[in-house]
T-cell receptor, first 113, second 114 residues
Framework: DAKTTQPPSMDCAEGRAANLPCNHSTISGNEYVYWYRQIHSQGPQYIIH???NNETNEMASLIITEDRKSSTLILPHATLRDTAVYYCIVRVRGSSNTGKLIFGQGTTLQVKP | DVKVTQSSRYLVKRTGEKVFLECVQD?????MFWYRQDPGLGLRLIYF???????EKGDIPEGYSVSREKKERFSLILESASTNQTSMYLCASSPRGSVNTEAFFGQGTRLTVV
């Protein structure tokens, strides 16, 4: 199973873009990159996922390098409500093709006024 | 609105007690997961189930068992609770098959074993 490496913490000014990096150098060709976040005292929330192309939705953008060994989650205009722990996950295939999720320690993003 | 519901938000149990944590999802998902979350360790997978009566061990199954008798319900069992099982427990579900899907999480159960 491919593992991910993220910085333990980052700060961002309110209204500015937050760029959260993730390394996944052992990713396999059929594994997707997922991003989740967890706001204090709540369950994790799905944000976005991608395979090799860049992706954008109403919450964020995901930039994946051409070699797929790293990616960056971009929150274009961070707000105080974006303060959370962000998890970068490589989706693996379980023994029955379930796409088992494996979480690491994540990056704590602090958005400051 | 889709939902994963965990039976208790907070629970206090004594060492040696048998503890049941219940999780119900209303999305007809095949996959269900149990995680525990501890400071500095992130989320760690305990068990997951990909169908009724089917289960597989995650990274830290020791001291736990699970039951999936119905598709919508996935139970985590602590046969004999110990203080090192004090933690936040999170249940999740996701559809089968394509990895092109996201998992939905419950709000968590904060278990304290005294």
């Amino acid at each position: 199973d491919a593992k991910t490496t993220q910085p333990p913490s980052m700060d961002c000014a309110e209204g500015r873009a937050a760029n959260l990096p993730c390394n996944h150098s052992t990713i396999s060709g059929n594994e997707y990159v997922y991003w989740y976040r967890q706001i204090h005292s709540q369950g994790p929330q799905y944000i976005i996922h991608g395979l090799k192309n860049n992706e954008t939705n109403e919450m964020a953008s995901l930039i994946i390098t051409e070699d797929r060994k790293s990616s960056t989650l971009i929150l274009p205009h961070a707000t105080l409500r974006d303060t959370a722990v962000y998890y970068c996950i490589v989706r693996v295939r379980g023994s029955s093709n379930t796409g088992k999720l494996i979480f690491g320690q994540g990056t704590t993003l602090q958005v400051k006024p | 609105d889709v939902k994963v519901t965990q039976s208790s938000r907070y629970l206090v149990k004594r060492t040696g007690e048998k503890v049941f944590l219940e999780c119900v999802q209303d999305m007809d998902h095949e996959n269900m997961f149990w995680y525990r979350q501890d400071p500095g360790l992130g989320l760690r997978l305990i068990y997951f189930s990909y169908d009724v009566k089917m289960k597989e061990k995650g990274d830290i199954p020791e001291g736990y068992s699970v039951s999936r008798e119905k598709k919508e319900r996935f139970s985590l069992i602590l046969e004999s609770a110990s203080t090192n099982q004090t933690s936040m427990y999170l249940c999740a579900s996701s559809p089968r098959g394509s990895v092109n899907t996201e998992a939905f999480f419950g709000q968590g159960t904060r278990l304290t074993v005294v």
